[in-house]
């Protein structure tokens, strides 16, 4: 009986020498990269291709934050400073972090050709929940920024049990008046794209006060292989219809509106504020912040949105810092009594900081 004898190579594990490049050490460094840039995405929708970039992974015990940037900005130059800041850092590390481009906004993208019909901010809303289905997502924390802020609220109000918490920076409920209509054609006629996008940006204040701000963003804009895009993204803007809000029926969530003191839409988001129910809806007045807070105030806006988080129960040991310390931070509440007078009272936040108290509405003004 014979009896065959396999032969097996046993290869030696040699330590590895000094300067010797280390694999593992390689792929950590390439998915902390990876984890930093993000993941993209193209998704299919019912009117067309989104394009979504996710950072951290598709964790479903928590609310996935879900952004939508502005006219005239993409999702990397709308929100990369805010999430990259240091301390944004906490919450980047906790949740999931999904960007929305909307449809033609990001890097890239292929210049529609004439005649293409852009979807309409309704429609655009519409395509949201094809994101949460590709990633398995049963909830988001919305934040979104002018046509964005529009677009989320359009979305949460069909889609109410989709969002647990909502943050509207400089939202615009409104559609566009015949004044309104008017003015926009006699200054179609009279300024560049570029610079429509920029009044809508930037308040005339803001564009004297901050000048270089304004200039880099008027570079970035008129320079955009994909101008094409962002006109028809505009277009679209300035065709919005009324939200239709009340305080009874709107969103079920929690809702923080913002606004920068200096900022083209400081009345239209106060007069939002006015229409939400009091209970659930808290208005942050930003000072010394104009049309994009989340820019120029990156550590006022990181605090405030601590705050909402913990307060739907998320992060509860998270210790709060730059708005406790503020030598001028208050709360003022305001309610309706019977629909007919309104009561208000200002509330001191001293140094010595801690959590913002409760109330039947709150606005929180800061300044540092």
């Not at 229409?275 to 208005?283: C, H, Y």
């Not at 990156?298 to 307060?311: D, H, N, R, V, W």
């Amino acid at each position: 009986m014979t009896t065959e004898m396999q032969e097996i190579a046993i290869t030696e594990e040699k330590p590895l020498l000094p300067g010797q490049p280390d694999p593992a050490k390689d792929a950590e460094a390439a998915a902390r990269i990876l984890l930093d840039q993000g993941q993209e995405h193209s998704i299919e929708t019912p009117h067309g291709l989104l394009h979504v970039t996710l950072h951290g992974t598709s964790n479903t015990r928590r609310p996935a934050i879900l952004t939508f940037h502005d006219v005239g900005l993409d999702s990397k130059s709308c929100f990369s400073p805010l999430f990259k800041f240091e301390e944004m850092q906490e919450i980047v590390k906790n949740f999931t972090l999904v960007h929305i481009d909307a449809p033609g906004q990001e890097e890239g993208a292929a210049t529609y050709p004439m005649g293409y019909q852009y979807p309409s901010m309704e429609q655009i809303a519409e395509m949201i929940p094809a994101v949460l289905t590709y990633f398995n997502f049963r909830s988001v924390i919305g934040v979104g920024v002018g046509a964005g802020a529009y677009i989320l609220s359009r979305f949460t109000m069909i889609h109410p049990d989709s969002v647990e918490g909502l943050v509207l920076v400089n939202i615009d409920p409104q559609a566009r008046g015949w004044m309104d209509w008017a003015a926009q054609k006699i200054t179609t006629l009279t300024s560049s794209l570029t610079e429509q996008i920029l009044s809508h940006l930037f308040s005339q204040e803001e564009m004297s006060a901050n000048a270089d701000l304004v200039k880099s963003h008027r570079d970035r804009i008129s320079k955009a292989p994909n101008l094409i895009n962002i006109e028809l993204f505009w277009r679209g803007y300035n065709s919005r219809r009324d939200l239709i809000l009340d305080r009874t029926s709107n969103f079920k969530c929690p809702v923080m509106l913002v606004v920068g003191d200096q900022a083209p839409y400081e009345e239209a988001a106060v007069e939002c504020n006015s229409k939400l129910d009091p209970t659930t809806t808290s208005f942050l007045k930003m000072a010394d912040a104009g049309g994009l807070p989340q820019l120029t105030q990156p550590s006022k806006l990181t605090e405030a949105f601590k705050y909402f988080i913990q307060g739907m129960g998320y992060m509860a040991s998270s210790v709060m810092t730059r708005l406790s310390r503020s030598r001028t931070t208050s709360l003022s509440s305001s309610y309706s009594m019977e629909g007919e007078r309104e009561r208000s009272r200002t509330l001191s936040q001293s140094s010595q900081g801690g959590q913002m108290p409760p109330s039947p509405s709150h606005t929180m003004e800061v300044s540092c």
